[in-house]
């Protein structure tokens, strides 16, 4: 016999083998990414997008707020919230406008009213929104210049609709303000879409938050007393969400919001979130705890949506965070005796 099957022969005693079958010479290996590059490609979108995020919750929280105060007899504090809403929804378009690059992009998106895409609807309801808000703060900023707006004949009709524009604001105000979680959910990255299903809740939690501690800022405690409400409840609201979501979360996929500079924005977060919340509980009739819980809601909102948007940048970076999430998926399936279907199948 040909001395050239010797080697083969020991090598298949030296792996253990019987003689029968050649055992594996390579030890298995765990898959990552074609040499370590991203399995997704990160979202193309720079920090003004997350100032879009935090301004547009603002803005419907602000919305809404400045409805309810309108509906109470609350001049002051409606007032104010419609000021709020304005401002914040102008700021969330010109940060949108800025990323997009070409003012011109952004009107393209209203050519056409796309119900499965979060993009066209968003855009959508942001300019019905911005019309409504827009009407009811000129309205506010005519009287609180003396009617000195040059109206003219327009005045009268000016009076006439604010108050129906202001609650067509406040019908847009919670979509404003939650669209962009079910936005960054529809994308395939990692963390965003493993924290699609209670996304939202945190969003319109942190908008709460944020737009109650803005008007506790801005308004006498005297009519504040709707803004400690909203703020204390979205304070609870936002606790209880974010701790759902990252328990639903696959572990690896919420990794991105405990780490780097992601997990010290939203520990900041929490932290001024809880903070607020109970200076609005135990002082927010007091002028100046008003004030400075106030400024902490609106930190704990801002770095909630930069945390979420940074955590979800970074995992989109490590191919770890797509590949082990799926991995652990199709175990699962394939566990509960799921096999014959196209994820279990693949491959």
Same mark, same amino acid.
């Given at each position: ?24 010479? $390579? ?11 991203? $399995? ?35 001049? $002051? ?29 952004? =009107? ?22 911005? +019309? ?5 703060? *000129? ?5 609180? +210049? ?10 009268? $009709?000016?009076? *006439? ?10 019908? =847009? ?6 669209? +962009? ?21 945190? =969003? ?5 938050? *944020? ?84 400024? *902490? ?6 770095? +909630? ?43």
């Amino acid at each position: 016999m040909s001395t050239a099957h010797e080697p083969r022969r020991r090598r298949r005693r030296r792996g253990g083998g019987d003689g029968g079958r050649e055992m594996p010479m $390579v030890p298995d290996v765990q898959f990552t990414s074609y040499y370590g590059r991203p $399995v997704v490609k990160p979202a193309p979108w720079s920090h003004e997008i997350a100032a879009y995020l935090f301004l547009g919750g603002v803005a419907g929280g602000s919305g809404l707020l400045a409805a309810g105060a309108q509906l109470t007899g609350r001049p $002051v504090l409606r007032r104010n919230a419609r000021l709020a809403a304005l401002g914040a929804v102008m700021l969330s378009a010109a940060a949108l406008i800025s990323d997009l690059g070409r003012p011109e992009r952004f =009107f393209n998106m209203l050519r056409t009213i796309k119900l499965t895409s979060p993009m066209s609807l968003g855009s959508w309801i942001l300019s019905a929104f911005s +019309t409504g808000a827009g009407v009811a703060a *000129a309205a506010e900023v005519d009287r609180l +210049t003396g009617e000195r707006l040059p109206l003219g004949p327009l005045r009268g $009709v000016l009076r *006439a609709v604010e108050g129906p524009a202001g609650l067509e604001a406040a019908v =847009f105000a919670a979509p404003l303000a939650v669209y +962009t979680a079910v936005l960054l959910g529809d994308t395939a990255t990692p963390t965003w879409h493993g924290a699609h299903r209670d996304l939202p809740f945190v =969003f319109v939690s942190s908008a709460s938050l *944020a737009s109650g501690g803005l008007a506790m800022l801005t308004t006498p405690v005297a009519q504040a007393g709707p803004a400690r409400r909203l703020a204390v409840l979205g304070v609870v609201g936002d606790l209880l969400a974010t701790r759902l979501m990252e328990q639903r979360m696959d572990p690896i996929a919420a990794e991105p919001l405990h780490d780097g500079r992601a997990g010290a924005m939203l520990r900041a977060s929490e932290r001024l979130a809880v903070a607020g919340g109970v200076g609005t509980l135990l002082g927010g009739r007091n002028r100046v705890v008003a004030a400075l819980s106030g400024t *902490a809601l609106l930190a704990a909102s801002a770095l +909630t949506r930069f945390g979420v948007f940074e955590a979800g940048i970074e995992s989109a970076k490590d191919p770890r965070y797509t590949i082990e999430p799926q991995k652990r998926r199709l175990a699962a399936r394939r566990a509960a005796g799921i096999t014959g279907d196209s994820i279990t199948t693949a491959g």
